[in-house]
């Protein structure tokens, strides 16, 4: 606050005296003054004030109607007596100097009492008098003071400079460094602890302990000053404040812990119920969102994370998220990126089917959660309907975002792709059945029905019947018993069943004779309908005699019939398999390089092979370099997987001529439709097949287009 | 949502679905002797055929090309098909015309793509004499198979790549 500087005889020009019949001079009325603030200042310092003399009484009289002046002056002497005492607070003696000053402040209210001001002056004096004590108790000042809440000092130094008036400003203090402690507190105590709550433990320590140590203010005696004008009322307020800034606090490290404690569900359900409990403000709503969103893309929307894991991820996303907001707005928001995403990924539909089909992989929980009973439809005539939450994005389905398949499903627009890669599942699931027990297919079947309904899997219901008519053909076939009861077919209509592999291969003979026979009761069972064999799917059962051991192999009928050549002659060339089983390069090498890998061959130089039977090979004759193993490998498995766009290429081949890879590759985008699996592969990996099919002599090169041979 | 009932004329996604199944289909049967497709990566309503001569006939070995338009409102419409190649046949005159019921008046929309080349390459062995489009060859056919052959090679054109 500034003073002006105001001399007396400036203000004495302006101002005349009020009483004008009283006339006095000038210099008169400055002596009164001057003796009274003298009187005033001796009064102020001695323990025992006495009376006015009567000099002092009349100076008083006179001076009446001058206070303006007195004051200033009296408040002017003030400052200055406050400064000189320099009462600094950086003594150890806190509550010395807290006294001091408060001695000082009494004895010039005792002083101005005499001067009987009117309640304006009255007050100015105490605003003036306020104003050098805040000056001389800064904030920095206070806030060291109150650092240290434990030290016992601070009672009696709260006391003293309540008394002084300062009782406002020590409150503000203090509510500052509760509200600090506070968060640090929270931050240290509840930092990743998501599996239990923190809340109550919170709400205790503000009341047990932090309350306690702050609530410096003398509780009975002190009236205006005291924290609270009302007690009880008031007390309850400051600790509501308080237990509010804690949620806050907590609710911001829950934000910032957003993605890890998803990734914690379900261990971390007490943190998320917490989080529904204190949020409460939309601006905390967004910044979740936003900070949840963020998040998600540094950490798991790219190249680096398995689909499997963001998978996984979106359903603990869908079950927390849930809990914190049941209503499903926000999770309808933070899955909205991530679900984009997923979209694009190839093998998306591949790993979910694989979860809702299969219950021994990492998305196991799917097929638990395909078990469990699908809640009603959404009933528009619902009568407990209502209208949408008010932040909702426009569409926004109610009652949709919760089911966790139904989301997984809903990623794509059809659900044909889902519908594809099911049946192409079952189809693996069935032929590997061995007993034709479709018992729990048949189950699952039905699980599956309820979601995509009956129409969309009606294949699959031929397939189980294939199943279940073989079980019986089988019966009959092995009736007169010509056949070895270990010989059993599973009779398939062809055109129900996906990826059934179109090529074959020369079969053992004894399987050949068994199969003929088979055939023949067949034919004679079902009359006009006849078996072809596909050799390329089944599973065999083969005791190897090795070393003087049995050991027992479960293998395909292929890699069977190329070990079974080995019966007869211990050393065959690549060339040899080839011939004996007119079979295509690619699947000889696979079915070697399998019964290499399992110790039973060994490849003693390119593409000659001997059985390990003998003791001159020694343990460490393991398989080759595994790293031109595993190129060939990629090789071998692009071409199966674009062995499947082989018609179009030959279809188009056939109709529209020689034709360039960019061309070929342009038709199969348009062209090949998503349910038999689209067409992803890169021009690269095309150019890489079509050359394969050169290699086959199925095709030719000629000016830089690809030709069918004639 | 506006709902559209089925067997209305369709719009332009279904023709394009139904097109592109048949495609799978046709290429997943792999029929011998018979193979269709779209020209244009663009537009899947013109395709390409070709239709192999079947056995034991005079067209045997040889090899012809078709083409096909199919109508917006395929399958409620039949395709336009044209023999592209030059022929030589009672059913189908000089600039590749084809004179048969399916394709006509007694088209079905239970017909489609492969149906059609089946008919077309089973035309080629069993013509309909009684409504010729070509009348010489429908009299040299009953007559004089050889002179038939010869004129029919003599119009015959190897396919090009």
Known sequence: MTTLPLSQNAFLSVFSPPDSSVAKSQLEISNDLDMVLIWMQELMRSSDPKLPSNRIKVALKNVCGTEDILLLRYIDSMRSDFKRRDVSIDGLDLRGTASTVAVLKRGYEFGVRYLRLDPVHQTLFERSLHAVLRTLFPEKTLLRIYSQLFSRDVASVTRILESIGLGEQIRNTVMRLAVGHVKTHVTETCSGEWDEPQLQELDRWIETELYPRINVFPSAGS???????????????????????????????????????????????????????????????????????????????????????????????????????????????????????????????????????????????????????????????????????????????????????????????????????????????????????????????????????????????????????????????????????????????????????????????????????????????????????????????????????????????????????????????????????????????????????????????????????????????????????????????????????????????????????????????????????????????????????????????????????? | MHSQKKGVVPDGHSVTNRLQNELVQLMMSGTPGISAFPESDTNILKWTGTIEGPQGTPYESLVFKISLDFPSNYPYTAPTIMFVSPMWHPNIDMKGNICLDILKEKWSAIYNVQTIMLSLQSLLGEPNNSSPLNAQAAQLWDTDMDEYKRLLMQRYEEIED
């Open chain 1, 223 to 710: 009236k205006s000053v005291s924290w609270e004008i009302n007690e009880a009322a008031g007390e309850y307020d400051f600790i509501a404040a308080l237990k509010g800034i804690a949620r806050d606090r907590l609710l911001d490290l829950r934000i910032t812990e957003s993605f890890d404690i998803v990734v914690d569900y379900p261990d971390s359900c007490p943190a998320l119920e917490e989080m529904k409990l204190c949020l409460t403000a939309s601006d905390q709503r967004a910044s979740l969102v936003n900070s949840f969103i963020q998040a998600c893309n540094k950490r798991l929307l790219h190249s680096a994370v398995n689909t499997t894991d963001i998978i996984s991820f979106y359903i603990a996303l869908i079950r927390g998220f849930l809990v914190i907001d049941p209503r499903g707005v926000l999770l309808d928001k933070v899955a909205r990126p991530l679900r984009r995403y997923l979209k694009d990924r190839d093998d998306t539909v591949q790993k979910i089917v694989h979860g809702i089909l299969d219950t021994e992989n990492e998305l196991a929980e799917l097929a638990h959660e395909l078990k469990r009973p699908t809640k009603e439809k959404y009933d528009d005539l619902d009568v407990n309907w209502c209208p949408d939450p008010i932040d909702a994005l426009p569409d926004f389905k109610k009652g949709k975002v919760g089911d966790i398949i139904g989301a997984l499903i809903s990623l794509f627009d059809s659900s044909e792709v889902f519908v594809a890669e099911c049946i192409s599942l079952f189809a693996i699931e069935l032929l590997g059945l061995t007993d034709y027990d479709v018992s729990e297919v048949l189950f699952r079947l039905e699980l599956l029905k309820l979601r995509f309904g009956e129409n969309e899997i009606s294949a699959l219901d031929v397939m189980v019947r294939d199943l279940v008519e073989s079980k019986r053909v089988n019966a009959a076939v092995h009736s007169d018993g010509l056949i070895g009861s270990y010989y059993s077919l599973t009779v398939i209509s062809h055109l129900y069943w996906p990826n059934i592999a179109r090529e074959t291969f020369k079969q053992p003979a004894l399987v050949e004779q068994h199969f003929t026979r088979y055939r023949a009761r067949f034919e004679t069972l079902k009359q006009g309908r006849t078996l072809h064999p596909v050799p390329m799917l089944g599973t065999v059962v083969l005791e190897l005699e090795f070393k003087g051991k049995l050991v027992e192999f479960t293998v395909d009928p292929l890699r069977a019939s190329v070990v079974a050549l080995f019966e007869k002659s211990s050393r065959l060339t690549l060339g040899d398999i080839m011939a004996e089983l007119q079979l295509e390069k690619g699947y000889a090498v696979r079915a070697v390089n399998f019964w290499i890998k399992s110790g039973i061959l060994y490849e003693p130089e390119t593409e000659v092979y001997i059985t390990l039977e003998g003791d001159e090979v020694s343990e460490g004759h393991k398989p080759s370099s595994g790293f031109s193993e595993d190129l060939n490998d990629e090789l071998e498995r692009d071409v199966l997987v674009m062995a499947k766009y082989l018609p179009f290429v030959t279809g188009m081949l056939t109709n529209l001529g020689a034709s360039p890879v960019a061309k070929i590759h342009g038709f199969l985008k348009m062209l090949v439709p998503k349910d038999i699996g689209g067409y992803s592969a890169t021009e690269k990996q095309l150019e890489m097949y079509l050359d394969h099919l050169v290699e086959e002599d199925k095709v030719e090169v000629v000016g830089g287009k690809y030709k069918l041979r004639k």
